[in-house]
């Protein structure tokens, strides 16, 4: 068990409403992520961070904005949300030390936006 | 952005049988690492196996091995004595060395376990 845990597990919303999903973690690791996943498309990079409000943008970032303001959260931002924006995201954190370090996940939101 | 290609979307292999899953990817780099992660139907992510570039010797954890081909850039899975858990969707994964922060995640291989 990696101590991460994702906020809300389920969420239904419309288009055009802001939604935020939280990802907690409770050992102090460096990095987050945040993927989403759909079919066909494997997992996804949206954004990480590498420490309290250093963050990046990954390969699938617009219409997502991020936050960190402690170590232990990172929460994903949909300014406005959109259909295309239904899918299943995953939290991830990797620790800082060692290089051949994994990233342990999240058990995933899965987000409806009807 | 590194690509990583699992060409196999479905898999299927009998009780107790071997199979291999396959993994490729697109690197200029010497350094980096790869790993297998494993998605039941819970949806949960697990780590199976890694597996550093530097190291010539293949990873091997339990029932799960890897066939590292670096020259060839291919990264398989070998699932020896399959059982009924390990039924589940498989993902390949890159880690540079040098830009570090990123992983990389291939489509997803489909394995179904036939009794």
């Known amino acids: 068990d990696a101590g991460i845990t994702q906020s809300p597990r389920h969420k239904v919303t419309e288009t055009g409403t802001p939604v935020t999903l939280r990802c907690h973690q409770t050992e102090n690791h460096r990095y987050m992520y945040w993927y989403r996943q759909d079919p066909g498309h494997g997992l996804r990079l949206i954004h990480y961070s590498y420490g309290v409000k250093d963050t990046d943008k990954g390969e699938v970032s617009d219409g997502y904005s991020v936050s960190r303001s402690k170590t232990e959260d990172f929460l994903l931002t949909l300014e406005s949300a959109t259909s295309s924006q239904t899918s299943v995201y995953f939290c991830?954190?990797?620790?800082?030390?060692?290089?051949?370090?994994?990233?342990?996940f999240g058990d995933g939101t899965r987000l409806s936006i009807l | 952005a590194q690509t990583v290609t699992q060409s196999q979307p479905e898999m299927s292999v009998q009780e107790a049988e071997t199979v291999t899953l396959s993994c490729t990817y697109d690197t200029s780099e010497s350094d980096y690492y790869l790993f297998w992660y494993k998605q039941p139907p819970s949806r949960q992510m697990i780590l199976v196996i890694r597996q550093e570039a530097y190291k010539q010797q293949n990873a091997t954890e339990n029932r799960f091995s890897v066939n590292f081909q670096k020259a060839a850039k291919s990264f398989s899975l070998k699932i020896s004595d399959s059982q009924l858990g390990d039924a589940a969707m498989y993902f390949c994964a890159y880690r540079s060395d040098y830009t570090g922060n990123q992983f990389y995640f291939g489509t997803g291989t489909s394995l179904t376990v036939i009794p």
């Open positions: 991830a954190i990797r620790s800082g030390t060692g290089r051949n370090q994994p990233q342990h």
